[in-house]
Structures are given as structure tokens and as C-alpha cells.
């Protein structure tokens, strides 16, 4: 078999990377600052940057997660276009797919260092060493490994490694965990053997928290994403965008898609954009008019980081200069939720343990509202632990029960309904979503700032 096969990348020499804890450092805002918006870099130095980042994670977090969870080796195995959930945290921004077949082989070795290998596809900028075939192609001398080629590799190389145990990602809770489809399955379990098919465990923890765990190095370039959602819905709730009487909400929802196709970001799901009315809840596009309050949802997507934003906004009504009492009170109610909420987000707590004591406090305080916050990086719904949904406050089974880490990023999400006088005392609910993280030490910071004013619209 081994004369077959030929090493084609073997890349694996450490690069250097200077451990940038200073780049998580929080933001200093002026409070009356306006956002900036930040256009991207050209895609080659964007590509350059996600790069840096993937040779990190690799030398950096993997390592120590394979160590802590005892895995011995690790199989990823996929086909084009059924793709594991994990195989766009390890590899490289100029790879959109699986090629024919790719399995990657990582195992840790005595000294704690990791060999990775694919077997199919490309090193992923040097990231693993990748074999072909020395079987002749028509234009070239080599080939790429195909069907039982591929599988006979690698048998040898699990019998020459021999590791304790393999790590598939098969879990019937973690989407990010269950990458390995039926079928590719299958084909795997025979090509091991019984032998090793016997060692086989499961660890959901691994791919789950090595996509969760964000890198210092990555919160410069996020925190400007951040900045620039916060401009983008500035401008959008604004007289430069909104004629009221004549704007509808639907109008208000295009403008921030072109927006953001313009400034070449894209998006994860689509926008929203509503209106409350004297405690009713638009549905549909509604027009926008005077004494409405606004919000959004509104999702960016830059350099494969996700964001996950609420605002809200009031559109004034003729003499008014100021947003009604009973509203400021509202937004100030969300935002000390917030607080509430980011008091409790101790590393080491679960999700349900959090919810909890978050929602024990909001009580005491005479604060209605709901919490259902989630991690967010490589997903916009990402890897880690749920901290309660919007249906459902009596916490999450299971996905619920994951601890939090630190060097994870979140969106806090939430909601506080306060009676409004001015609405004749019908309620208005003040949803508010907005980036945080935990540094290396636990803290919790603004990736910018969260909103505490409304946006204005006269």
C-alpha cells in the first residue's frame, strides 16, 4: 500500500504566533460616539487573516482539548457537499467544499503534539499533510485517493498509530457534534474493523468546544464587524432612511440587505425589522408611523464571524423632543437585565445554572423577562451552552447542561415587557440582542457596546 501513496504537504512546522491577550482586551467607547462603519479588507487579506487564525486554533486549542478529553485520535470523514459541521473550523478560507471524499486523521501523540493527515483533498494551507495517489491521472503523474484506496490507507495508518481510543463525531444533541453521516458511517466502521471499531467513543465536547473557543487574535477584527452593525441599523432607523407615513418596514428590511451586499459583508438569515403600537405587535410589512417603536434582528457575517443584533428605535410623534418616559424605562429595564444576566455567566456554570440564578434575581427586582441567550463565532447559533429559549424559561434539557467556558463569545439575548403610561398602561416589549464575550479570564465584555439609547427617527 505504501509504495501507492505519496506525501505531497508536509507542512507541519509550528508558526510562530505571538499570544495577543491584549487584542481581547475590552473596548473603551465614548458614550456619545457614533458607530463607524468598517468596510472588509481585500478577500486575499482576508483570506490571509482567517488563515493566521485556523494555524492558531490548530497549534493552540486542539491540543489541549484532545489532551483534557483523552482522545487518542480523531476521524473526520466526509463527502462533497455533506460536509461535517467541523470541517469549516479546520480548513482553509480557500476551500468551499469537501473534495470527492475527505478524511482527516488527527492523533496525539506521547508528547502531546498532534500529526494531522488528510487523506483526500488538499493540507489546508499547510495545516495537515496531504496524500494522493501515485496512480497516473490523464494530465499528471498523480491521482487522487479514491474508494478503497482511500479506506485501505486508512486502516494502515490507525494499525500503525494504534490509539487508545477514536473519536467520531456521531451525538443525538450537538448538531456540531454529529457530523458523521449514516452512510459515511458505515463505510468507516468496516474499513476499522472490529478491532478498532471497539474503541471507538463518543465525545461531544470535543468538536463542540473547538469550534466554541474564539482566539484573542480574532476580537479586533470582530469588535469592527460589531461596530459596523451598530452603524448600519444608526443609519437605518434614521431620517436618511425612513419617511414616516411612507416607509415600510419591509423597505427599512432591503435597505440593510443592499447595505450589507454593498459593503461586502453577507448575512445568516434575514433581516427582520417591526413596529409596537400602544402595546400591539405589527405583523407582516407594516408603514411606519409616527409614535411607532421599532426594532430589528439583524445578523452580519464577516470573515466566516457571525453576528446577532437587536436594536431598538422610537420615531417621534409632532412636538415631541424626547422618547416617552414609559419606553426609556423599558429599554432601561432590558438593558439591567443585561446586567443581570452577565453578573451570572461565571466559567464553569451551566447554561440551566445561569438561567436560573439570572432569572431568580430579575425577579427580585421587579424586572418582567425572558433570557434566551446563545454562543455565537463560526455559527450564528454556535457551539456551547443555551442559556434558557424564548418559549421556554424552565431551562433547556441537555443543550441546557453544557458549562460555560471562558474565551467564548455570546449574544445576549433577551426581553423585558414593562407597562407603558403613555400607552395608556399596555405593555411594550423591549427585545434587545447584543454581542459579549468572556475573556481568557472569564470576564464578560461588550464586543462594542450595548444600546441604551433609542435610535431616533423625527
Known amino acids: 500500500m505504501k509504495s501507492k501513496l505519496v506525501l505531497i504537504a508536509c507542512c507541519l512546522v509550528p508558526t510562530v504566533v505571538p499570544f495577543a491577550a491584549s487584542a481581547q482586551a475590552p473596548a473603551h467607547v465614548p458614550e456619545n460616539a457614533p458607530a463607524r462603519i468598517h468596510p472588509l479588507p481585500s478577500l486575499r487579506d482576508q483570506a490571509q487573516e482567517q488563515q493566521a487564525w485556523l494555524d492558531t486554533r490548530m497549534q493552540r486549542i486542539l491540543p489541549g482539548l484532545m489532551a483534557e478529553y483523552d482522545v487518542g ?27 470527492r471524499r475527505s478524511i482527516y486523521v488527527i492523533t496525539r501523540r506521547d508528547d502531546g503534539s498532534l500529526e494531522r493527515l488528510a487523506l483526500g483533498g488538499t493540507s489546508q494551507g499547510g495545516v495537515f499533510e496531504a496524500f494522493r495517489s501515485t496512480r497516473p491521472a490523464p494530465t499528471q503523474p498523480t491521482a487522487e485517493l479514491v474508494g478503497s484506496e482511500q479506506w485501505d490507507l486508512l486502516r494502515e495508518l490507525v494499525e500503525d498509530r494504534d490509539p487508545d481510543n477514536i473519536v ?125 417603536l421599532l426594532w430589528t434582528d439583524y445578523g452580519v457575517v464577516g470573515l466566516n464571524l457571525h453576528t446577532d443584533t437587536q436594536h431598538l428605535g422610537y420615531v ?67 457551539a456551547g451552552p443555551l442559556i434558557g429559549r424564548w418559549d421556554g424559561q424552565e431551562g433547556v434539557p441537555v443543550r441546557g447542561d453544557a458549562v460555560l467556558l471562558a474565551s467564548t463569545w455570546h449574544s445576549i439575548e433577551l426581553q423585558a415587557t414593562t407597562p407603558i403610561p403613555e400607552w395608556g398602561g399596555k405593555p411594550a416589549s423591549c427585545r434587545q440582542e447584543e454581542e459579549a464575550y468572556l475573556d481568557e479570564e472569564g470576564e464578560r465584555h461588550w464586543v462594542f457596546r450595548r444600546q441604551d439609547r433609542f435610535h431616533l427617527v423625527w
Not at 470582530?222 to 432607523?237: G, L, N, Q
Not at 431620517?239 to 411612507?246: A, K, Q, W
Not at 447595505?259 to 407582516?284: I, M, N, P
Not at 423632543?321 to 453578573?343: F, K, M, Y
Request: aromatic share 8%.
Open 168 to 292: 467520531l463525531n456521531i451525538d443525538p444533541v450537538w448538531a456540531f457534534s454529529d457530523g458523521l453521516h449514516s452512510g459515511e458511517a458505515e463505510e468507516l466502521l468496516e474499513a476499522l474493523g472490529d478491532k478498532y471499531v471497539g474503541r471507538v467513543k463518543r465525545e461531544s465536547r470535543l468538536a463542540m468546544n473547538y469550534i466554541a473557543l474564539r482566539l484573542p487574535e480574532m476580537m479586533p477584527r470582530y469588535r469592527k464587524i460589531e461596530e459596523t452593525v451598530h452603524a448600519i441599523i444608526s443609519e437605518a432607523f434614521s431620517n436618511s432612511v425612513i419617511t414616516p407615513g411612507v416607509t415600510t418596514t419591509d423597505d427599512v428590511v432591503w435597505w440593510m440587505r443592499q447595505k450589507l451586499r454593498d459593503l461586502g459583508y453577507t448575512t445568516w438569515f434575514q433581516t427582520s425589522v417591526g413596529v409596537q403600537r400602544a402595546g400591539e405587535v405589527g405583523s407582516g410589512s407594516e408603514v411606519i408611523q409616527k409614535g411607532d
Open 73 to 99: 485520535m480523531w476521524i473526520l470523514s466526509m463527502r462533497e457537499y455533506a460536509e461535517d459541521p467541523v470541517f469549516w473550523s479546520i480548513t482553509s478560507p480557500t476551500t468551499f467544499a469537501a473534495r
Open 316 to 382: 417621534l410623534k409632532d412636538g415631541e423632543t424626547n422618547v416617552p418616559a414609559g419606553l426609556e424605562q423599558c429599554l432601561a429595564n432590558s438593558n439591567r437585565l443585561q446586567d443581570i444576566l452577565l453578573s451570572h455567566m461565571e466559567p464553569g456554570l451551566t447554561g440551566n445554572q445561569i438561567l436560573a440564578s439570572t432569572l431568580a434575581q430579575m425577579r427580585s427586582e421587579g424586572i418582567n423577562g425572558t433570557v434566551y441567550t446563545h454562543p455565537i463565532g463560526d455559527h450564528g447559533h454556535g
